[in-house]
Every structure is written in C-alpha cells, then in structure tokens.
Nanobody, 122 residues
C-alpha cells in the first residue's frame, strides 16, 4: 500500500522546538522530491519547504528560513522537518508530499500524507 504518514505533531510553547517525520511505504521515497506544506486555520495551504532527490537543493518559505530544516534519510524511507523557535503563527496542520519537482502546488505531487497538527501557544 502506497502511503505517506506524518508524525510528531503536538502542542508546544512559543520558542520551542519540534521534529516532524514523514514515513513512506509502498514506494521509494528517495526517488522523489519531498515537500512539506502547512495549512493554518482559515488560511490556504502553503509550501513550507522542499528538498530535491539529490539533497543538494532546498527551498524554505520566507517566514521559516533559519528556523526550519528539511532533511531525508533514504535508508529509512523517511523525511523530516525540524522546527525551532516556533511561533504561534506556525500553528497549522503539516503535510508531507512526494513529487517530481519542488513547487508550491501540492496537487502536482504524486503522494501526500494526511497531516499532523502542530499547535504553538504563546
């Protein structure tokens, strides 16, 4: 069964850190670009970060630059999003997706997970 499953979301206080994981099954995650997206309450889905298959090219949304780090472990078929200095505006449902190219449109990705919720309290 092909799926992506996110984990690691929880409630954390402002300034805290959190690590999200995205485990793939049924396909080789290393063959795909990884995208992390988020959707805050009442807002549109936005691309937070993406990482190419080579691991050489990373993209970060301006508001998370310097605070979030995207990575992957192909041996574990898993991607990660490490988040530091979290702010209340980071509160959202976070989704990972696997696709062919880095872009901001999750519908262009081949696979996506169901999301994990991050809540940052002030």
């Amino acid at each position: 069964q092909v799926q992506l499953v996110e984990s690691g979301g929880c409630s954390v206080q402002s300034g805290g850190s959190l690590g999200l994981s995205c485990a793939a099954s049924g396909f080789t995650l290393g063959d795909y670009t990884i995208g992390w997206f988020r959707q805050a309450p009442g807002k549109e889905l936005e691309c937070v970060s993406c990482l190419t298959t080579s691991g050489l090219n990373r993209y970060y949304f301006d508001s998370v630059k310097g605070r979030f780090t995207i990575s992957r472990d192909n041996a574990k078929n898993t991607a990660f999003l490490q988040m530091h200095s979290l702010k209340p505006e980071d509160t959202a449902d976070y989704y990972c997706a696997a696709g062919r190219t880095c872009n901001e449109y999750i519908n262009t990705y081949s696979y996506r997970g169901r999301g994990t919720r991050v809540t940052v309290s002030s």
